[in-house]
């Protein structure tokens, strides 16, 4: 079965320096694998996704993984965290079965961002 | 365009009532998705439509939970009886016919509070 585990449940740093939130996955087959964001009050936003294409994926407001097979790893960073950034972050696999596609979320990585 | 609507935002009942949500997915989306997020974990699905049939409800307590979107289009998601352990936010999510499954998109949710 897919599993992902998010190694640190609350990440804090300072604006205007590098954000590392870390992902590892669990995968019986070559995985899609996917950082989603949740704001307080709104909906989950797709931040990135890698499919088998690019192993460093660019995403949305700076943020970018690097998908490494040999470590079975999905970390995002971004290089200079703005307070805007402050939120929910949730590492995701794709779980394809024969009944369709679930997504198995990680419990995910607060992050606050302080000026 | 519009996203993923869902109502009410926020419901409180007592435990043994019955509540519902609804869904209004986006416009032309096939495929439609219900989660539970209970606090400090991520999203877990409950079922998944494709058009109005069920394809996957495997994680479903279906002695109290039932589901059901009729004409393909809307969803409502109906718990009878409740209990305190249903405390949670309940996302809908849609993803459109022609693409891979995982690119979906979430409305902003339900919060449920079963006292």
């Known amino acids: 079965a897919q599993s992902v585990t998010q190694l640190d449940s609350h990440v804090s740093v300072s604006e205007g320096t590098p954000v590392l939130l870390r992902c590892n996955y669990s995968s019986s087959y070559s995985p899609s694998l996917f950082w989603y964001v949740q704001h307080p009050n709104k909906g989950l936003q797709l931040l990135l996704k890698y499919t088998s294409a690019a192993t460093l994926v660019k995403g949305i407001n700076g943020f970018e993984a690097e998908f490494k097979k040999s470590e079975t790893s999905f970390h995002l960073t971004k290089p200079s965290a703005h307070m805007s950034d402050a939120a929910e972050y949730f590492c995701?696999?794709?779980?394809?079965?024969?009944?369709?596609?679930?997504?198995?979320f990680g419990k995910g990585t607060t992050l606050s961002v302080s000026s | 365009e519009a996203g993923v609507a869902q109502s009410p935002r926020y419901k409180i009942i007592e435990k043994r009532q019955s509540v519902a949500f609804w869904c209004n997915p986006i416009?032309?989306?096939?495929?439609l998705y219900w989660y539970q997020q209970i606090l400090g974990q991520g999203p877990k699905l409950l079922i998944q439509?494709?058009?109005?049939?069920?394809?996957?409800d495997s994680q479903l307590p279906k002695d109290r939970f039932s589901a059901e979107r009729l004409k393909g289009v809307d969803s409502t998601l109906k718990i009878q009886p409740a209990k305190l352990e249903d405390s949670a936010v309940y996302l809908c999510a849609s993803s459109p016919p022609g693409v891979l499954d995982y690119e979906q998109y979430f409305g902003p949710g339900t919060r449920l509070t079963v006292t």
């Open positions: 995701v696999v794709s779980d394809r079965n024969q009944a369709g596609t679930a997504l198995i």
């Open positions: 416009s032309g989306h096939a495929t």
């Open positions: 439509f494709q058009n109005n049939g069920v394809v996957d």
